[in-house]
């Protein structure tokens, strides 16, 4: 670690990179064109670092322009887990910034995104904010569902900020240590839920970047959803073990339903369908995932009350351990037919105006 102090750095930038093919020297080039750039005489606003995931530094620091290599901290570290947790914990770690923020290798901002996001956290008096999001090629990413006509002081249930799962933006290193928040590196898949989830109710002041430049995710560093074998309860780990930890339980009533509500309506779905179009769903999986949902609901009994029609004829279909693949597939193909009024009405009457029934859901996701 250099010897800068807190006060000499605003912003420091983790980017974790697994492979020295990866773009890296794109996400980087946008970065100095954040806004944060160092300009002579001045104090140094932004550092970057690269931390090198496994693999040896000087291929990756190859990918960085010349010119933008000094420019750039490299750290080597290896942990032999496949998992971005292990970097992205060494790297914040490494952090003495105001500011901290995490970026994948493939991602890039659009220009003066930095100095913006900085500039109306500070304004607002916020400890993080949650950075708009885009395809490079165009088309919003809508998460979370924040409520149209807020920007600051955002509540983590009413404005669904569950669904943004990776911790993208802003968030004030004091905040991050104070609350010990970690990457877990033990999982397959969902290693940044119980962080980004510890963060948004944590009680912190959390501001959404409305209108700011945008954190862009480009079509390379798309994961291609191929099914790799692997038994539910292995892939819903990281919710199941979220859900039945001491800081679940002393979450309020609203707080542990929203969190479930989401892990169902995305996670255990969309491992559902995943399994079902690729035609290995089975009684195994069957089995495992009517088990899985029954530790979600065991510790938020609600949570599946603001869910669609559609959405509550493939619960029960988990629930009762629907073993037929052409079966699943159909129900969950159907919950995601968005012009069926099935997809656009709680089963349950009560919840037609809860933040996350279908109608409210989705007419906000359009106004993001």
Excluded at 34 to 46: D, E, I
Excluded at 74 to 97: C, T, W
Excluded at 355 to 364: D, K, L, N, V, Y
Aim: hydrophobic share 45%.
């Amino acid at each position: 670690m250099d010897n800068e102090t807190q006060d000499s750095v605003l912003l420091d930038v983790v980017i974790a990179v697994h492979t020295p093919d990866r773009p890296v020297g794109r996400a980087v080039a946008s970065l100095l064109e954040g806004g944060l750039a160092a300009q002579a005489g001045a104090p140094r606003r932004l550092r970057i670092t690269v931390v090198c995931h496994n693999t040896d530094v000087e291929p990756i620091r190859n990918r960085v322009a010349p010119e933008h290599r000094g420019l750039v901290r490299f750290l080597h570290y290896v942990d032999g887990i496949k998992s971005p947790a292990g970097p992205f914990n060494h790297g914040i770690a490494e952090a003495s910034g105001t500011w901290v923020a995490i970026m994948g290798s493939d991602d890039s901002v659009e220009p003066g995104a930095l100095a913006q996001w900085v500039e109306a956290a500070e304004r607002d008096g916020s400890d993080v904010l949650i950075a708009p999001m885009a395809h490079a090629g165009g088309g919003a990413i809508r998460t979370p569902v924040v409520r149209r006509t807020r920007r600051g002081h955002l509540d983590p249930v009413a404005d669904r900020l569950t669904y943004r799962t990776a911790p993208l933006g802003l968030m004030r290193l004091s905040l991050v240590r104070g609350l010990g928040l970690t990457f877990p590196p033990t999982y397959a898949t969902g290693e940044d839920q119980s962080f980004s989830a510890k963060l948004w109710f944590s009680g912190a002041k959390i501001s959404y970047g409305r209108g700011l430049p945008r954190y862009l995710v480009h079509a390379d560093a798309a994961v291609r959803v191929t099914h790799t074998p692997r038994p539910v309860t292995e892939d819903l780990a990281f919710a199941t073990d979220l859900v039945l930890s001491e800081w679940f339980a002393e979450l309020p009533q609203r707080a542990r339903e929203a969190i479930v509500t989401k892990i169902i309506r995305v996670h255990v779905f969309g491992h559902v369908l995943l399994r079902a179009e690729a035609g290995t769903w089975d009684r195994d999986d069957a089995r495992e995932m009517a088990q899985e949902l029954r530790k979600l609901l065991f510790r938020a009994p609600h949570a599946a009350r603001p869910l669609s029609l559609a959405d509550r004829k493939l619960l029960d279909a988990v629930a009762r351990e629907e073993a037929d693949v052409d079966v699943m597939k159909s129900l969950a193909q159907a919950r995601r037919r968005f012009v069926s009024p099935q997809t656009w009405v709680p089963r349950d009457v009560t919840r037609v105006l809860h933040p996350e029934a279908p109608f409210r859901f989705m007419s906000a996701s359009a106004l993001v």
